[in-house]
């Protein structure tokens, strides 16, 4: 696979997952940290993560379509993602340790994958 590719693929997970929190967040957090939430301010909060998702994969899948440089919207991408794992680290015990362990793995991943796309496609 391409690195521009991958991006696109990157990216329009992005906006798939951001979407999802963004219209389901009562769903999506239950999925997330594996208990019932609070409406508000979950509900919220949730919401803000999802635009954020969709924002940051939408400006990588348009740098991308138009030929335009796409390493910033990566790099913030992948700090995104790297907020995302120190969350999940700071509750590790609360989330229980498979959820936390998965949620690791793709947050890491990620930001791992988003950086190296970042310096390739520089």
Same mark, same amino acid.
């Given at each position: 696979?391409? +690195?521009r590719?991958?991006?696109r693929l990157l990216a329009w997970g992005r906006i798939a997952i951001g979407g999802v929190l963004f219209l389901m967040p009562k769903r999506a957090a239950r999925l997330w940290t594996g208990g019932e939430q609070p409406d508000f301010p979950t509900n919220m909060i949730v919401r803000g993560l999802g635009a954020? +998702?969709?924002i940051l994969g939408a400006g990588t899948a348009a740098a991308l379509?138009?030929?335009r440089s796409v390493s910033t919207w990566l790099q913030a991408s992948?700090?995104?993602d790297a907020s995302d794992a120190?969350?999940?680290l700071g509750s590790f015990r609360e989330l229980g340790k498979l959820r936390a362990i998965g949620l690791l793995a793709?947050?890491?991943g990620a930001t791992v994958l988003?950086?190296?796309l970042a310096e390739s496609l520089e």
């Open positions: 696979m391409e +690195d590719d991958a991006a954020r +998702d969709v379509e138009s030929d992948a700090a995104a120190l969350g999940t793709l947050e890491v988003g950086l190296s």
